[in-house]
């Protein structure tokens, strides 16, 4: 605990593990206070998570785009669904993936239970759920609609190579030889390496 209280006045966050409400909005009061504090300086959240609830993760997202520190994401270990949401939402260029680091898109999913009249709710509210992250996420990625709908209709993973071709992050933290070993001579030319260790992000201003 004092650790990462520690890390949170060096304006780190970490977002390792299922997002719901609890998690969501004490991650949104760190970065509502951090950025009052000081909003000059740039706020880090470290993504490693399966993923969690839609409105949580919308929450998320909203709160980052709305302080007024710059947020950088880092992404390492697995961030599927929701948490590759959250992932994707940090300041354009400073979407970070960590070498082995994999992301997988899907679409909302809830269970339909109960009476006949809620299901249907539940269901149209489904279908809206759904047609907003997809828009979002072509508006994260700039990828045309469809592509965005085939992808989110099955669970869709990808390496760093990949997400960075897809547009979920900007940056894949590897030197060029690492690049060249785990994607080939091909992967080197197509990626520009652009080394962002924790050492310099963290004291990185603005």
Not at 107 to 125: F, I
Not at 180 to 193: H, M, N, Q, S, W
């Amino acid at each position: 605990v004092d650790l990462y209280y520690g890390l949170y006045w060096e304006r780190v966050l970490f977002l390792g593990s299922t997002l719901d409400d609890e998690l969501a909005n004490q991650l949104n009061g760190i970065m509502l206070y951090l950025s009052q504090e000081d909003a000059t300086r740039r706020l880090f959240m470290y993504v490693n998570s399966l993923g969690g609830g839609v409105t949580a993760g919308l929450s998320v997202a909203d709160i980052m785009n709305y302080v007024g520190a710059d947020v950088t994401t880092i992404g390492l270990g697995f961030t599927a669904s929701m948490a590759s949401f959250v992932l994707g939402n940090g300041q354009r260029g400073n979407r970070v993936l960590l070498v082995h680091c994999r992301v997988m898109i899907h679409q909302p999913q809830a269970g339909l239970n109960g009476q006949a009249g809620d299901v249907m709710l539940e269901r149209a509210e489904l279908i809206r759920l759904r047609k907003l992250v997809g828009v979002l996420y072509i508006d994260l990625t700039g990828q045309m609609k469809w592509v965005v709908e085939r992808d989110l209709d099955r669970d869709t993973y990808m390496n760093a190579l990949e997400s960075r071709k897809y547009g979920i992050i900007d940056v894949v933290n590897a030197s060029e030889p690492e690049i060249t070993r785990l994607y080939g001579e091909d992967g080197a030319l197509r990626l520009k390496p652009n080394p962002y260790r924790w050492q310099t992000v963290t004291n990185q201003q603005g």
